[in-house]
């Protein structure tokens, strides 16, 4: 790990704990250095690479990268493998799961009628409202005035919602059926640290 990027860990884990990027004389304390010029020189490199930005107002404010994460390797299911450590890319998961960002809303899903489809209770789904569906998308539906999460099914009555969990039947609207966006992805958290 070069100085650079062992100083950026450093502003990223400031950033986590308190929303801001810390002024320089901060910076300094922060990761270790002694001079107000080698700070600027930091600075200005990381907002070279895309790290860091500034507001008009001259505040320091993450860059397009500042949230990028490295994906070092992919992670074998099955028997285990050796791991590499070199960097395969780098994305910021905002980026890479948020595709329209004025369209789209986060919803947290309450119940275990989609488990089979890897959604389960608790975790966050990112919605495209308006997108398009097609058959087999997993949407946001609204059935009667009341919302809910399944996949878009038809047959010869016409459109209808299925679950992924064979503990519950299929849905049929009374009078209306209609679609809020489509799913385009799902996390979960499982630790708190």
Same mark, same amino acid.
Not at 39 to 44: E, F, M, P, S
């Given at each position: 790990?070069?100085?650079d990027e062992k100083y950026l860990a450093g502003l990223r884990d400031y950033y986590a704990r308190y929303r801001v990027i810390p002024s320089f004389s901060t910076i300094a304390h922060q990761v270790g250095l002694s001079s107000s010029s080698s700070?600027?020189?930091?600075?200005?490199r990381l907002k070279a690479a895309g790290f860091l930005s500034s507001t008009p107002e001259r505040r320091l404010i993450p860059g397009p990268r500042f949230f990028e994460r490295e994906v070092v390797d992919s992670?074998?299911?099955g028997r285990p493998a050796g791991a590499n450590d070199a960097p395969l890319q780098a994305l910021t998961i905002d980026g890479y799961l948020v595709e329209v960002p004025?369209?789209?809303v986060l919803l947290r899903v309450r119940g275990d009628s989609m488990n089979d489809a890897g959604i389960l209770d608790g975790d966050t789904v990112v919605v495209l /409202?308006? %997108?398009p569906a097609s058959v087999g998308d997993i949407v946001i539906a609204i059935v009667d005035?009341?919302?809910t999460v399944k996949y878009l099914?038809?047959?010869?009555?016409?459109?209808?919602l299925k679950p992924a969990n064979s503990a519950h039947a299929d849905l049929h609207a009374r009078d209306t059926l209609e679609l809020f966006g489509v799913v385009v992805a799902s996390f979960r /958290?499982? %630790?708190k640290r």
């Open positions: 790990m070069s100085r700070v600027a020189a930091l600075v200005d992670i074998r299911a004025s369209r789209s /409202k308006g %997108a005035g009341e919302y099914a038809h047959d010869g009555n016409g459109f209808f /958290k499982y %630790a």
